[in-house]
């Protein structure tokens, strides 16, 4: 995937779930979170409102830069995701499994469609 050394997995987990669905992903450094945001606010697939299938960027670090990733997979009556590089306790983004999360929606950067967004 061309990540940059050092990255956290979590991206890496989510270009390897959607690549396997289908859905579009980075063409460099897919294997970063940031690269996630910038790609998905460049290409027209930002948004602030969650759906299932969609991916999920949080700021843990409170910075606008997204630093963790997963996927929505309910969205009522909770937020949910799956989340990879995590922990069973907490929020931790540099964890060793993947797991199901309430998602934290305070750190919530936005949502990444699969596809294109229509205006």
Known sequence: MGSPLGSYWCAAALAAWWREAGAGIPSTAAGACETWHQWARAAGRFTTTPAEGYAV?????????????????????????????????????????????????????????PVLLTS
């Open 57 to 113: 960027l949080y700021s843990f670090a409170g910075n606008g830069h997204a630093d963790h990733c997963g996927v929505i997979v309910r969205v009522a009556p909770i937020l949910l995701s799956v989340e990879g590089n995590t922990s069973l306790a907490g929020y931790s983004r540099n964890g060793v499994l993947v797991d199901l999360k309430l998602t934290t929606t305070a750190n919530v950067l936005g949502y990444i469609s």
